[in-house]
């Protein structure tokens, strides 16, 4: 069992571009998302999503879009980067309607890195 | 509203010595209380969590945690800390009374123990 997967691992992407990070997991989690990590700042909540078909904002939601077509796959994309998106992403799910197991699970992390 | 603090951006000690990480909370209503720990240019990984029930919690790698309602606080102990502990470690909180389950995180404590 994989767990949750992200790529890429790094990317380094210049101002302007679009991008789109993946993430998947096999664990049949109902809940996903997305966070960005940044040193002094823990982690914070850029998007969300209940279920498939949904999803919801988080703390830090502008200038990223995400979307859950099915229950495996929560993809963060990046329409025009700016160098404040510098950061580490990671990606997380949950199986939140089981109750005593909605601890969150961690992807391995994506470094990414705006010019 | 939630919220984590952790007031140590540091802890420093020696190998064989007890552990303790500082954790305080804010929520409006009952907190689920979790300590995840990452390891350098890793994903978070889930240690314990705190639901209900006794305050003493025991989670992975020999760590534990206690939960204190009236200081709000949710403190990670070690008895005898390990050069292996050394890594970022963060609290996090949910706050039940609210209608969604996103987490909290705190700004993270580095912990370097030195042999």
């Known amino acids: 069992i994989a767990g949750i997967t992200q790529a890429p691992t790094s990317q380094i992407l210049a101002a302007g571009r679009r991008m789109t990070l993946r993430c998947t997991q096999d664990?049949?989690?109902?809940?996903m998302y997305w966070y960005r990590q940044d040193l002094g700042l823990g982690l914070r909540l850029i998007h969300y999503?209940?279920?498939?078909?949904?999803?919801g904002k988080g703390e830090v939601p502008d200038g990223y879009s995400v979307s859950r077509a099915n229950t495996d796959d929560f993809p963060l994309t990046l329409a025009s980067a700016v160098p404040s998106q510098t950061s580490v992403y990671f990606c997380?799910?949950?199986?939140?309607?089981?109750?005593?197991?909605?601890?969150?699970?961690f992807g391995p992390g994506t470094r990414l890195t705006v010019l | 509203a939630q919220s984590v603090a952790q007031p140590e951006d540091q802890v420093n000690v020696a190998e064989g010595n007890p552990l303790t990480v500082k954790c305080t909370y804010s929520?409006?209503?009952?907190?689920?209380l979790f300590w995840y720990v990452q390891y350098p240019n890793r994903g978070l990984q889930f240690l314990l969590k705190?639901?209900?029930?006794?305050?003493l919690v025991k989670g992975s790698y020999g760590f534990e945690a206690e939960f204190n309602k009236s200081q709000t606080s949710f403190h990670l102990k070690k008895p005898s800390a390990l050069v292996s502990d050394s890594a970022l470690y963060f609290c996090?909180?949910?706050?039940?009374?609210?209608?969604?389950?996103?987490?909290?995180f705190g700004a993270g404590t580095t912990v370097t123990v030195r042999a």
């Open positions: 997380a799910s949950s199986d939140f309607w089981t109750g005593s197991t909605d601890t969150q699970y």
């Open positions: 664990m049949r989690h109902n809940a």
């Open positions: 999503s209940n279920t498939a078909g949904t999803t």
């Open positions: 929520v409006s209503g009952n907190p689920y």
């Open positions: 705190y639901i209900t029930g006794d305050n």
């Open positions: 996090a909180v949910r706050d039940l009374s609210s209608n969604d389950y996103k987490l909290s």
